[in-house]
């Protein structure tokens, strides 16, 4: 067997996913998007640049925006990561996601999951943001549709509606 074609030594890995301990082997090259894909089968955070310029793969790691792709997962050992599908299960969530829907915050949808992400951070931390504060806490985020103003427009709406 050549040397490249040797098998690749995983490591174990504990970590929290959704409020659940989750103990997994990855190999050293393995993002955090890869195994959130394709090893806990969470597809809501989406691959699309998988060079940490566009926000489709955001997660929230110890309750702070982060592209998934950007990270190895042996980076976040220990660590706690939400996902979006874990924020679907938190109360205020779901308004955000009706909000984004009321303003026509999507339209593909495929970015709308990491900017649904960064939206629940950004309506969690402050309450009282404005159209000016809410673009800043979205950059990074890319919307191939072009939907900027509607998503902006749904997360004005979603802060109404988010108790
Ligand atoms: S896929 Fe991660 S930032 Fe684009
Ligand atoms: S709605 Fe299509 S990429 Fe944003």
Known sequence: ?????????????????????QSIQVEPRTTLL??????????????????????????????????????LAVQVAR??????????????????VDAFVARDGGQCGYCTPGFAVAAYACIRDNPGADAQHIRWALVGHICRCNAYDSIVAGVLEALKRVP
């Open 34 to 71: 890869e195994m959130l894909r394709e090893q806990l089968d969470l597809t809501g955070a989406k691959p699309a640049c998988e060079r940490g310029e566009c926000g489709a793969c955001t997660v929230l790691l110890d309750e702070r925006p982060v592209h998934a792709c950007h990270l």
């Open 79 to 96: 660590r706690n990561i939400v996902t979006v599908e874990g924020l679907a299960e938190r109360p205020g969530f779901q308004q955000i």
């Open 1 to 21: 067997m050549t040397e490249q074609h040797k098998p690749v030594e995983k490591t174990a890995l504990s970590l929290s996913v959704n409020g659940r301990q």
